[in-house]
């Protein structure tokens, strides 16, 4: 099992940005897809986007487009998302999430192993 810390979450005004992060703790994070998936009361954990190891494959759900760039660095095994233009509907707690492999996939049960998460609260 591989440990994930996310830092970055805050309570920001819509419009502005926030620049999330994902810490590993095991250096298997460089051969595999990271994603990063949000969750509100009552629902299930959302796909927001994901990146295979080299960043060749990048996927974004339609609701962030434009407006989220995930990107990794290997070296420092960490990932990131920047939020920018950040809207109410993007409050969640935000999850860090590492697959089995380096498939890219969108669905939250491929993903074994997950963060703590971090609070986002964006208001008008």
């Known amino acids: 099992q591989v440990q994930l810390v996310e830092r970055g979450g805050g309570s920001v005004q819509a419009g502005n940005s926030l620049r999330l992060s994902c810490e590993a703790s095991?250096?298997?994070?460089?051969?595999?897809?990271m994603a990063w998936f949000r969750q509100v009361p009552g629902k299930g954990r959302e796909f927001v986007a994901a990146?295979?190891?080299?960043?060749?494959?990048?996927d974004y759900n339609d609701s962030v487009r434009g407006r989220f760039t995930v990107s990794r660095n290997n070296d420092l095994q960490m990932g990131f998302l920047q939020m920018n233009n950040l809207k109410s509907e993007d409050t969640a707690d935000y999850y860090c999430?590492?697959?089995?492999?380096?498939?890219?996939?969108?669905?939250?049960?491929?993903?074994?192993?997950w963060g703590h998460g971090t609070r986002v609260t964006v208001f008008s």
């Open positions: 999430a590492l697959a089995r492999d380096n498939q890219m996939r969108s669905s939250a049960a491929a993903f074994p192993d």
């Open positions: 095991d250096r298997v994070f460089r051969n595999r897809v």
């Open positions: 990146l295979s190891r080299l960043s060749r494959s990048i």
